[in-house]
């Protein structure tokens, strides 16, 4: 049986900068009508983000078979080079020659305060691609995208018969409440952190019990809370694991669904599967690489029975 997993998400790019003041002393609070502001960032970085990114580097450390189906604009050449360089395959991955790969702009303050501006760019087009094109798959997720290329994915995994994840993330206010319970009836799965979740059930009118009874598991996160996956009329409590050093939360959830699919494509009992899940969450292997220590499956499941007293593998 294959074990090609495929993952819908957004790719781009994050421009970081640092601006050395504190906001809240140039934005005059009698004055938020008119703002008219221009903040001194001596620090920028680029970083290559994007939720299908971070997901599928994560996956390839562990050994699985991700393939990433998303959009690049022009610009994106570089981007596809790289994951190529760490052997993910981008057969899947459509280039808009008219837009610019969805963009991110982030500016920091000394206390850590953020404003943020997002342009989507060629995002907007992933409804450009089409599952039915990607050949045999073990399993799917539907992760933050284009609000269209989600819909679309998530007909199409469902008319395809493959097994996906529903994984709305920072783009669930785009779905109304009809729309979202379309999405829970096709999905295999969902995953959400606890807030999320809430807004799921406010804007569905359904409970948790109701919820969890239409899937085959609905996963919530807590943080370092641990996490929840009701799965077959049981709750398993999945608990976090401490992290050496936190560093920056950024695609922590990411790496966590990461661990979710190898465990759900290897045929993982699900407290494995959500332990799996626990752990690449707290080591957060980011995909940009270089600031981070890349471990080697071998490394992963030593860790796993450090934390767990079991190996998975």
């Known amino acids: 049986m294959t074990q090609a997993t495929l993952i819908c998400g957004s790719l781009a790019f994050d421009k970081i900068m640092q601006y050395h003041g504190r906001f809240a002393e140039t934005l005059l609070a009698d004055q938020l009508h008119r703002v008219n502001v221009s903040f001194l960032v001596p620090t920028l970085r680029t970083e290559y983000g994007g939720c299908s990114a971070n997901i599928a580097y994560n996956l390839k450390l562990l050994g699985g078979e991700p393939l990433i189906m998303a959009t690049l604009g022009q610009d994106g050449a570089d981007y596809l080079e790289r994951l190529r360089n760490f052997g993910i395959k981008t057969r899947a991955i459509k280039t808009i020659q008219d837009a610019y790969t969805a963009q991110c702009f982030v500016t920091a303050d000394q206390d850590n305060n953020q404003i943020n501006a997002f342009h989507p760019g060629a995002m907007q087009f992933s ?16 992760a933050p995208d284009g609000r269209d290329g989600m819909l679309k994915h998530a007909r ?26 379309t999405f829970i009836e096709q999905a295999t799965y969902l995953a959400a952190n606890d807030y999320e979740f809430e807004m799921v059930m406010d804007r569905t009118g359904l409970s948790l019990e109701q919820i969890a009874a239409r899937l085959e598991a609905l996963i919530v996160t807590r943080g370092e809370k641990g996490s929840e996956i009701y799965a077959g009329g049981e709750r398993h409590d999945i608990p976090a694991v401490p992290a050496t050093a936190v560093v920056d939360p950024t695609g922590c959830g990411d790496a966590y669904r990461a661990g ?4 759900i494509a290897q045929g993982y009992d699900w407290p494995t599967t959500g332990r799996i899940a ?7 292997i980011a995909h940009q690489g270089g600031q981070n220590h890349s ?4 490394e992963i499941a030593n860790k796993f029975e450090a934390a767990f007293g079991y190996r998975f593998k």
């Open 127 to 142: 409804h450009e691609n089409n599952v039915a094109d990607q050949g045999p798959l073990r399993v799917a997720i539907i």
């Open 260 to 263: 979710l699919l190898y465990g």
């Open 295 to 298: 471990f080697t499956p071998a």
């Open 278 to 284: 626990s752990l690449l969450g707290s080591i957060k």
């Open 156 to 181: 199409d995994c469902a008319a395809q018969g493959v097994p996906f994840m529903f994984d709305p993330g920072q783009q669930l206010p785009m779905f109304s409440g009809e729309e979202l319970l």
